[in-house]
Structures are given as structure tokens and as C-alpha cells.
């Protein structure tokens, strides 16, 4: 399996850094953003805010995510390999500018917090199967520090949004419901629902520079 993984990442970095350096030859402009936000803040703006589909979770922390994988994240749910319908509507109406200018404001919004150069803590088990899954191999040793800025922060993101991203992966032949990733879905589809459940939980619980900045019209 790891063999796999290691042949098939070389592939999909290749393509993903090809339409990333074709995506980020627009560049961004956060104060544009600003006006650009509204369809974003209603959920992406309150904190704690929660969605119903296909099941409830707190939506994610978006401040302080690399503006590289906003474009990466937005292309897919344009392109339809993330499935997620409210997304892939917002995501439809968006141009290239639209897209790296958003990314550049959420990159941006927030403060800016130290991070340990490696995550400690969760339990022997949580351990164990973030080891399994190779984690570290992308999203960096403290989970904030991806190897490449196209792939997520994930330290201390909301954890019930973690574990409806990873069972995305698992999931195929839905038509409203799935991620296409390859090398995610190869990963994930080595769990029970159960682990993945805990790898969400430990990752979550990690400490991260992701934030909900509220907007000042839901204060």
C-alpha cells in the first residue's frame, strides 16, 4: 500500500502543482475580497456556525489557510471532484480573479500564531493510526506545516468537519456526496469510519492557526 501511495503521489503532485502554478498565475488581491465575501461570511463569518448536509457538523475554519489550497479547494468544487452541492454552487459564479482574490483575504484574515515544530499528545491509539495513514508525509510534522502550501492546515480544525472530509473520500457513486482525490482516498479507505473518527478527534484538538473570524455584522 505504501508503495502505491509513494508511485501515485509523484502523479497527482505533478497534476496538482501543474493546475495550482496555472491557478496562482492570477494574483490575488485581499481588499478587492472585501467585497467579494458576502457569500462566504454566512457561514464561513459566524463562529461555530453549523450545516445539515449530508450531515451536521460545524462548517470549517477557513482564516489562516494557505491561499493555495482556497484556489486548489475552489477549482474542485468547481470541476465537481468535491461534490458538495451549496459549494459547488458558490464556486460555479466564481472567476479565476474572484478565486485568488478570496483566497488571498482568507490567508490573511486573522492573527498569526506560533506553532510547535512538531504535534504531541492524543492517545497511543490516535498515535498509532496517524502513523498508519502517513499524515505527517503531507500535512507537516505539526499538521500546519504542509509540505506543499496546495495541500491544507489541519491542526486544530473543527474535528466533526474533519471526519465528514474524510468519509468524503471513501464515498463514490453519489451524486452529491464524495472527493476525488486520489491519494486522500487511498489513505482514508485503509479506516473504519470509528478511526477515522479518532484521527479527526486528535487532529482538531491539535494547536493551529486556523480561525472563524466573525464578521462584524453577525457581533
Not at 465575501?37 to 470549517?60: D, L, N, R, S, W
Not at 468544487?77 to 483566497?103: C, F, N, T
Not at 491542526?155 to 463514490?172: F, N, P, R
Not at 451524486?175 to 479506516?191: E, L, S, W
Request: hydrophobic fraction near 35%.
Amino acid at each position: 500500500m505504501n508503495k502505491f501511495l509513494t508511485s501515485l503521489s509523484f502523479i497527482v503532485v505533478a497534476c496538482v502543482t501543474t493546475v495550482s502554478v496555472q491557478a496562482q498565475e492570477v494574483k490575488g488581491n485581499a481588499a478587492s475580497a472585501e467585497k467579494k465575501v458576502a457569500m462566504c461570511i454566512g457561514c464561513h463569518g459566524i463562529q461555530g456556525y453549523h450545516t445539515g448536509f449530508p450531515e451536521v457538523y460545524k462548517v470549517p475554519k477557513i482564516s489562516g489557510q494557505s491561499a493555495k489550497y482556497i484556489v486548489s479547494a475552489l477549482n474542485a468544487y468547481q470541476s465537481g471532484e468535491r461534490k458538495h452541492p451549496s459549494m459547488r454552487g458558490v464556486a460555479s459564479v466564481l472567476s479565476g480573479q474572484d478565486i485568488a482574490d478570496l483566497a488571498a483575504y482568507y490567508s490573511s484574515n486573522g492573527e498569526v500564531w506560533p506553532l510547535p515544530d512538531k504535534a504531541v499528545g492524543g492517545s497511543a491509539k490516535a498515535q498509532e493510526l496517524v502513523a498508519k495513514g502517513a499524515c505527517v508525509s503531507c500535512h507537516g510534522d505539526s499538521f500546519s506545516k504542509p509540505i506543499d502550501p496546495s495541500y491544507p492546515k489541519i491542526a486544530g480544525q473543527y474535528s466533526d468537519y474533519l471526519y465528514v472530509a474524510l468519509k468524503a473520500y471513501k464515498t463514490e457513486g453519489v451524486a452529491q456526496i464524495g472527493r476525488g482525490n486520489p491519494i486522500m482516498a487511498g489513505v482514508a479507505k485503509q479506516f473504519t469510519n470509528s478511526e477515522l473518527k479518532e484521527i479527526a478527534a486528535y487532529v482538531g484538538s491539535l494547536p493551529g492557526q486556523l480561525q472563524t473570524v466573525q464578521q462584524s455584522r453577525f457581533r
